[in-house]
């Protein structure tokens, strides 16, 4: 017991002694301070000011920076896999799936929820999603019309409340498609006729800025890299002009990492990448791809076995190209691949179910698969 206390006691003489220590310190800079003359008390305040404002300015940089970057990760990955998953400061918020059609209280349960530990609660029901953007205080998505198809882009408060349509007259060529982002106060979406167009996120202000059809589109820094109808890639400045071909190879479901666009090649349906002017083809992944998702210099894809009777999520680190399987599927044909923290969510069917889908997450490492319900 004595040496506890000892022990304790020890502490506490560490800690007044050093606490001692700092208060002379300031106590000589502030005699020091003191004694110099006016010119100099002057020099010293500017030379106080302009540290403190670099710390404030290196403070709001490194915020600044994370945002893009998560911005920038969030229009290579997810928005391509119908940005059915976005996070911000830790919360997901997803779209719950299930395609149980025998039993319609799944189906009714389909919507927008936050997901807090195991627990999802509800912020809007809707029958279909995509595009989810977490922005500040606020959701923002395209709404889908199952039975028409008829697209709107909405925005809703995290709590729930608070719901605006903010666009309600998207009819594209593809009836599943409904591309969105939001960068800054602006809103990026492929609207009327399949063309892209903006609008404030307040609802104002909107206008068309392509006029090309386009199937997917991604903001990289100023610029907007686009797939036309025809399948060839292009870029234009973030305000629709200087519009140029970046290649006319016949591609699908491209994204940007870093100096790379990887897309994938309709001719053999292999994962591919290139060079941002086009140029130095090469090989990614030698097998069918249709979906895939790069986040964090990781590749996950699909992988299909050969016997064409089961499939598997693998990832591959882009910098030593090292491939692990990360989980089995229980047989979805296709799926899409969304990244959210250490966490991959995907669509399977539902386990011992052989027609119905739901949404899955796992690990990144493979641990803890589990498929979400709603209680």
Known sequence: ?????????????????????????????????????????????????????????????????????????????????????????????????????????????????????????????????????????????????????????????????????????????????????VKGKDIYFIGKNDKLETIRTDGKKRKQISNEELISFQIVDKNIYFLTVDYELKKMSINGENVEEITSVNMDSFQIEKDNIYYIDKADEYLKKMDLNGENISNVIENEVQYYNITDGNLYYQKVSEDNESSSIYKVNLKNNKETKVVDLNGAAYTNICVAGNWIYYVDKIEGNYYYYTIYRVKANGDKKEMLTVD
């Open 1 to 181: 017991m004595d040496k506890v206390k000892n022990f304790f006691q020890k502490i506490k003489n560490s800690i007044c002694s050093f606490g001692s220590k700092v208060k002379k310190l300031f106590s000589d800079l502030l005699t020091k301070i003191k004694g110099l003359d006016k010119k100099k008390k002057i020099i010293l305040l500017v030379v106080t000011i302009i540290v403190l404002a670099l710390i404030i300015l290196g403070i709001v940089l490194l915020v600044i920076s994370g945002q893009k970057k998560k911005s920038m990760e969030y229009a290579m990955g997810n928005l391509n896999n119908k940005g059915m998953v976005d996070s911000a400061g830790g919360t997901v918020y997803l779209d719950y799936y299930n395609t149980d059609i025998e039993n319609g209280e799944n189906v009714d349960k389909n919507g927008i929820y936050k997901l807090s530990g195991k627990k999802l609660k509800l912020i809007d029901k809707q029958a279909e999603v995509r595009s989810i953007n977490v922005v500040g205080k606020w959701i923002y998505y395209v709404s889908i019309d199952t039975s028409d198809y008829h697209k709107e882009i909405v925005k809703i408060n995290k709590n729930g409340k608070d719901r605006t349509v903010l666009v309600d007259d998207i009819e594209g060529i593809n009836p599943s498609g409904g591309e969105m982002f």
